[in-house]
């Protein structure tokens, strides 16, 4: 569900609602709470189960025996039950709040003199050995094939606010919003402010496994943006408790059921109850120890089948997660045809905050699933080009036609989203303060047509330009939603020269997506830098450098390229480009003529035609009107160029080819966290000046950076053919957690390592004379680091060592580099 905050004007959204506030009041809920307690000795019960009389609502008290009930249905009384206890219901009073304290009897029956044996082993653990073994016939995967409609209904709610927002002048036009005001299950409460629904039909085949979803309809409030539609359906609901680890949120949380279960989860067996005409045990399961990434709850279980019939879990206290301050699951099963268990209802409601006593939100999804076609798979044809579909009159429908569709009505909370998001919208003030957000996020200063920015470049320093200063901007969508222009100009008070460039964007469709672009420029560029790395004009740039920047080099460019998407994930790109390098400082091109003569050379021109393919299998989008943000994929992400420099094409100096093979991935292992890797490779023929080979990529910050050689200097190893590693492990904190004093604060380990390999012909060191301190390879080059992640939730910071090469002039062999990540 979280994806949707990745829509540019949906984030904006969402941080403007989290400056509002207002009363703590609740609106027509019937809450109760206290403890239960053993009425002979006093002693509270845990995991007694307390729910209302219509059944929709209930609970188990924790390990103190209190328990927290609220609903908004109508009802009238409170069921208590418990194994050994009579069951017992008390009355409640409607839409009020009140506390109940509860005193269970034992249920003594006389029996027979017997002598009754400690079992040998814990009746949980017999429990969980079947429901392990009998997985492969009650998990769903196993089935070739299935289908069903589901409706899901998404809402994000602000929580954790207090009286003094009400007051302030900047809400005043916002007030009526706080007439909305509900109370969450938690008793915390919250104001509704963003709601999604969606109903689409899901297919799944597997050998080979494929899958598409066709999304009938939704709508979302506030946001008129059809890719968006993508989201809310079933497709991104993607973990199995049947699986032995669930990822949530980028986490590998151990499953309840897990094959290995038993060592992470305490099991307790609390109770037994016909359910569905199938007779089931109850198991409550909780952490041994703190701070893993596991749940607390309990679920089900038939037993015959050992099917899981319902399972209601949330994380466990104290784990190590960001911005969470709970979650909860809910999921129910039945049985649609013989020895088939399907997945029917499903509710989760997560708590964000920043810290304890920030704002924060809730974000909540509900799906129901019906209309159940098991084992009747579509030819494979049916699986191919998008796998999710969104109808074209899927932002259409009418609220009739929602009235009908959806599996369940709306709440009267529910129902009013819509119109206060619309209302809120349509105030001059919001629209001024997602601006001002808008400018903070993206750079941008909205100025009618145009944008101004972006304003991180507006001042910067260097020691060949010495104080720089930028002007640029780019059309805006009120300009159009298809064509972007955009330029800047500045100037270096040191060198006294102008620096300028220009370009444009033409969208033709998004469906495949399809953009021609043009761009010029005549600036300053640095060698050798990772295109993860601030660009040259950041003030970022200059402030965290390590060294002086003074190996930049003018280059006047003009390149332009079609792109095009033909499903996504697979897209092809084909460009033209002419650049001309022009050497400054203790940068130049020296070379020994035919005579024996030191020659200069003043610039090196080169006309490239390029050829790009990139294939990333199931990589979702979040599209705006010209731009769109990746929201990755579990799957390798393959990249391939082949360039072809032509000589005399427009001046050029040079003939040549070029090929390069890059994939990234990255991938789970259990508990112990997620490796990361990159392996990058490439060739390069013809005889080249060493700034048309490949300069490997240093870094010369005290920030880390992912693409890029930590320990190398810029321009310091050049090769024509070569071949790179980079691994990075996150533990996610799998040593840290055991350590008392380390545990509390949630910090996290991570190791990476990164090589490159690479030849050089002698050929093309006589091209012309390299700069001091560059020089080929000769032997593989290593680095390593260990380092801490999460301290404060966003700083990591590393230990470097440089393995090999230490003789080099100027080469760094320890060092400390640092790093801002927002994780979860």
């Not at 188990?60 to 418990?82: A, H, I, K, Q, R």
């Not at 399809?514 to 600036?523: H, I, N, R, V």
């Not at 080979?693 to 190893?717: R, V």
């Amino acid at each position: 569900m979280l994806y949707l905050f990745t829509n540019r004007k949906y984030a904006l959204a969402l941080l403007l609602v989290t400056w509002f506030a207002g009363v703590l009041s609740s609106q027509a809920q019937t809450e109760v709470s206290g403890h239960v307690y053993d009425a002979a000795t006093g002693e509270v019960l845990p995991f007694v189960n307390v729910s209302y009389k219509n059944g929709r609502v209930g609970t188990t008290t924790n390990e103190d025996g209190y328990y927290f009930l609220s609903t908004n249905f109508p009802t009238d009384s409170l069921l208590v039950s418990f194994v050994g206890y009579k069951s017992q219901v008390h009355p409640v009073k409607k839409n009020q709040k009140q506390t109940l304290d509860i005193r269970l009897e034992s249920s003594q029956i006389d029996l027979e003199e017997m002598v009754i044996y400690a079992p040998t082993e814990n009746p949980a653990h017999l429990l969980h050995r079947n429901i392990v073994s009998h997985k492969k016939l009650n998990n769903k995967d196993k089935l070739d094939a299935y289908q069903y409609e589901v409706y899901t209904k998404i809402e994000f709610d602000l929580n954790n606010f207090n009286e003094k927002f009400k007051d302030r002048r900047m809400f005043k036009p916002f007030r009526f919003v706080f007439d909305n005001v509900d109370t969450a299950e938690n008793g915390k409460p919250y104001l509704p402010m963003v709601m999604s629904e969606s109903i689409s039909d899901f297919y799944y085949k597997n050998k080979p496994h494929a899958q598409k979803e066709f999304i009938k309809a939704s709508r979302v409030s506030g946001i008129d943006n059809q890719s968006v539609s993508q989201f809310t359906g079933d497709m991104y609901q993607d973990f199995n408790i049947y699986d032995n680890f669930m990822v949530i949120f980028g986490k590998n949380f151990v499953s309840p059921i897990a094959d290995n279960a038993l060592s992470y989860y305490k099991l307790f067996l609390m109770d037994s109850a016909t359910i569905d005409g199938k007779w089931c045990y109850k198991v409550v399961f909780e952490p041994k120890r703190k701070q893993e990434l596991v749940m607390v709850g309990h679920y089900w279980v038939t037993d015959t089948t050992y099917a899981i019939t319902s399972i209601d879990m949330e994380i466990a206290p104290g784990a190590n997660l960001n911005y969470v301050d709970e979650m909860f699951i809910k999921q129910e099963f039945r049985e649609v045809t013989d020895s088939v268990w399907m997945l029917t209802r499903e509710e989760l409601l997560v708590d964000f905050n920043l810290t304890e006593k920030s704002m924060g939100f809730f974000g909540r999804k509900t799906s129901m699933y019906d209309q159940f076609v098991i084992n009747k798979p579509k030819d494979n044809a049916f699986y191919t080009a998008d796998n999710i579909i969104v109808a074209e009159d899927a932002n259409a429908k009418d609220e009739a036609y929602w009235e009908t569709a959806r599996h369940e009505p709306l709440t009267k909370t529910e129902a009013t989203i819509y119109a206060t998001v619309d209302s809120v919208q349509s105030l001059p003030a919001f629209r001024t303060y997602v601006d001002i957000i808008t400018m903070f996020v993206t750079g941008y200063e909205k100025w009618g047509l145009f944008e101004l920015g972006p304003y991180f470049t507006t001042y910067s320093f260097n020691a060949l330009e010495g104080n720089r200063l930028r002007f640029g901007g780019r059309t805006s969508n009120k300009f159009s939603k298809k064509l972007e222009l955009n330029g800047y100009v500045a100037y270096g008070f040191k060198d006294e020269v102008f620096k300028y460039g220009g370009g444009f964007r033409y969208l033709f469709t998004k469906h495949p997506r399809q953009m021609l672009e043009g761009s010029f420029k005549y600036d300053m560029e640095q060698l050798g830098q990772s295109q993860n790395a601030f660009r040259e004009d950041n003030i970022l740039a200059s402030v965290l450098r390590r060294a002086p920047f003074d190996q930049l080099i003018m280059t006047r460019e003009a390149k332009g390229y079609y792109d095009i998407e033909w499903f996504p994930g697979f897209r092809n790109r084909i460009g033209m480009m002419h650049k001309r390098f022009i050497p400054q400082a203790n940068l130049g091109y020296k070379y020994i003529d035919d005579d024996g003569q030191l020659r200069i050379k003043e610039e090196i021109a080169v006309s490239e035609i390029q050829f790009y393919t990139r294939f990333a299998h199931n990589e979702k989008y979040v599209s705006g009107e010209m731009d769109r943000i990746s929201l990755g994929t579990k799957y390798p992400v393959i990249q391939f160029q082949y360039t072809l420099g032509i000589k005399d094409l427009w001046s050029s100096d040079y003939g040549y080819h070029r090929v390069n093979l890059n994939m990234r991935h990255y991938f789970y292992i259990g508990p112990y966290g997620y490796t990361s890797y990159i392996l990058d490779a490439g060739k390069i023929w013809g005889k080249l000046p060493y700034s048309l080979l490949e300069l490997h990529q240093g870094n010369e910050t005290y920030t880390s950076d992912e693409y890029a050689f930590n320990m190398m200097n810029y321009i310091e190893f050049v090769s024509d053919q070569y071949a790179s590693l980079t691994f990075t492990h996150h533990f996610e904190g799998y040593f840290l957690n055991r350590i008392p004093l380390f545990r509390k604060l949630k910090w996290r380990e991570v190791i990476s390592g990164k090589t490159v390999y690479g030849t050089l012909q002698s050929s093309n060191k006589d091209v012309v004379i390299f700069p001091e301190g560059l020089s080929d390879l000769g032997t593989p080059y290593m680095e390593g680091s260990i380092g801490i992640e999460n301290i404060f939730k966003i700083i990591r910071i590393d230990l470097y060592r440089r393995l090999t090469h230490l003789d080099n002039p100027g080469a760094p062999k320890l060092g400390i580099r640092g790093n801002i990540t927002v994780m979860f």
